[in-house]
């Protein structure tokens, strides 16, 4: 994982898609930063992302949804933009 810019941008209060000037307390965003700053991989692949073949995050997810009650998942699959096009973007199946 790459979180260190993520993290670093976060303690400056940048944001990097949350923590502008009406998201509320910034303690409450610092607290959250150092959370997330103190993870370990393990624990962030356990609980912060998903990252496997197709067929690993099909039963992965399906096991979050089912624990959870979920009838849907929202999945950002380039977060800050940080994989390139031909990298990050399948060919539609349409």
């Given at each position: 994982m790459h979180f260190g810019p993520f993290i670093e941008a976060l303690r400056?209060?940048?944001?990097?898609?949350?923590?502008?000037?009406?998201?509320?307390?910034?303690?409450?965003?610092?607290?959250?930063?150092?959370?997330?700053a103190s993870l370990t991989y393990e624990q962030i692949l356990r609980t912060k992302v998903a990252f496997s073949t197709a067929a690993a995050l099909r039963e992965r997810l399906t096991g979050i949804r089912d624990e959870l009650g979920l009838d849907g998942i929202v999945a950002e699959l380039n977060p800050g933009g940080m994989l390139s096009k031909s990298r990050g973007c399948a060919p539609s199946a349409s």
């Open positions: 400056r209060g940048a944001g990097m898609g949350f923590g502008f000037g009406d998201s509320g307390d910034p303690r409450r965003r610092d607290a959250q930063t150092e959370r997330l």
